[in-house]
């Protein structure tokens, strides 16, 4: 089969690419960062996604689309490229894949496109209302609604997953990562609030520094933990590639999780063991952060089984730490 893949470099992207080169696979891989992927089966386009050339170039002959590229930020500047990048460009994706003749597409989607900081309900399965409170969630939630039409009207067959927050294990222990920097770490979370201009709660992060780093338990305005969905990478890009490989996914959203959401309070208990760092708590105004996302549909229909918990994805950061 030859599948091109969309955001090939990235952690997801570069883990399903390698997966489907090893097993046999051609791979064509999109993306605007070069991939470090050296293969006989791989091809390497670096363009972006208002590149319409390219894309059409990208999806001559290829047997099914992975679109697991977007754009995300959370800085106010970044809304235009958001929706450029995740709306504009997944209908340059979906008009090439028509053009190409290509039988299926898995869109990446998010599960920012329910209202997580709101839920009607816990856990959120795929019926729950989807009422995005991110420019991020409603690009990727606009972008599902083109998929659907290309499905409905061009009979592309397609499947959307909307992803839990994903990362790499190893991402867990970097104090300075993307995501769980700003999260987890004091350091990187006052620098993150400063740039959002948050400076309030930046303020109120700084009476806690005495040179050294320190962990976070950031707390609802009551006390209570923040609770959030975090995959592990090898189990989402098992659930794309279920997808891929599944001829009945078509027509459905599914919703891929881990095998537990993660309360702050024991993500900072692991993460103390692996790094030696003292925590703090703090209640961090705003609305509560509490979700967990039910994903027994993607279990029951794609065969889906998330095999990585909060706790095992920190054993296995400090495994590799040890081993380096």
Same mark, same amino acid.
């Given at each position: 089969?030859?599948?091109?893949?969309?955001?090939?470099? %990235?952690?997801?992207? $570069?883990?399903?690419?390698?997966?489907?080169?090893? $097993?046999?696979?051609?791979?064509? %891989?999109?993306?605007?960062?070069?991939?470090?992927?050296?293969?006989?089966?791989?091809?390497?386009?670096?363009?972006?996604?208002?590149?319409?050339?390219?894309?059409?170039?990208?999806?001559?002959?290829?047997?099914?689309?992975?679109?697991? %590229?977007?754009?995300?930020?959370?800085?106010?500047?970044?809304?235009?490229?958001?929706?450029?990048?995740?709306?504009?460009?997944?209908?340059?994706?979906?008009?090439?894949?028509?053009?190409? %003749?290509? $039988?299926?597409?898995?869109?990446?989607?998010?599960?920012?496109?329910?209202?997580? $900081?709101?839920?009607?309900?816990?856990?959120?399965?795929?019926?729950?209302?989807?009422?995005?409170?991110?420019?991020?969630g409603l690009s990727k939630l606009m972008a599902e609604e083109a998929v659907r039409f290309y499905e409905r009207v061009h009979h592309l067959p397609s499947v959307i997953l909307r992803f839990s927050h994903t990362q790499d294990a190893s991402e867990l222990l970097d104090q300075n990562s993307f995501f769980s920097g700003s999260r987890f770490y004091l350091h990187a979370k006052i620098r993150q609030q400063r740039e959002f201009g948050n400076h309030q709660l930046a303020d109120l992060l700084e009476t806690y520094k005495d040179g050294n780093n320190k962990l976070v338990v950031s707390c609802n305005e009551d006390g209570q933990p923040h609770c959030m969905g975090i995959s592990d990478t090898r189990d989402t890009v098992a659930g794309v590639i279920a997808a891929l490989d599944s001829d009945l996914a078509a027509g459905n959203a599914y919703n891929l999780a881990p095998p537990s959401a993660t309360s702050f309070d024991q993500a900072i208990d692991c993460l103390k063991v692996a790094t030696g760092l003292e925590s703090i708590r703090i209640n961090i105004p705003g609305p509560d952060l509490n979700y967990e996302s039910d994903c027994e549909k993607a279990k029951e229909n794609l065969g889906y089984q998330p095999k990585w918990t909060f706790e095992r994805m920190v054993e296995d950061a400090v495994r590799q730490r040890d081993a380096k």
């Open positions: 089969m030859k599948i091109l893949i969309t955001g090939s470099s %990235g952690r997801i992207g $570069r883990t399903v690419t390698s997966i489907l080169l090893n $097993r046999g696979d051609d791979v064509v %891989g999109f993306d605007a960062v070069s991939s470090p992927i050296s293969h006989e089966n791989f091809t390497g386009i670096v363009s972006d996604f208002s590149d319409t050339a390219a894309l059409s170039q990208a999806s001559d002959g290829v047997d099914a689309i992975l679109h697991l %590229g977007a754009f995300m930020s959370w800085k106010k500047e970044d809304q235009q490229k958001i929706f450029e990048a995740n709306v504009t460009g997944t209908l340059n994706i979906l008009a090439a894949a028509v053009e190409s %003749g290509a $039988r299926k597409i898995v869109f990446a989607s998010s599960g920012e496109v329910y209202p997580d $900081r709101k839920p009607e309900y816990l856990p959120i399965d795929e019926k729950h209302p989807t009422n995005p409170t991110s420019p991020y």
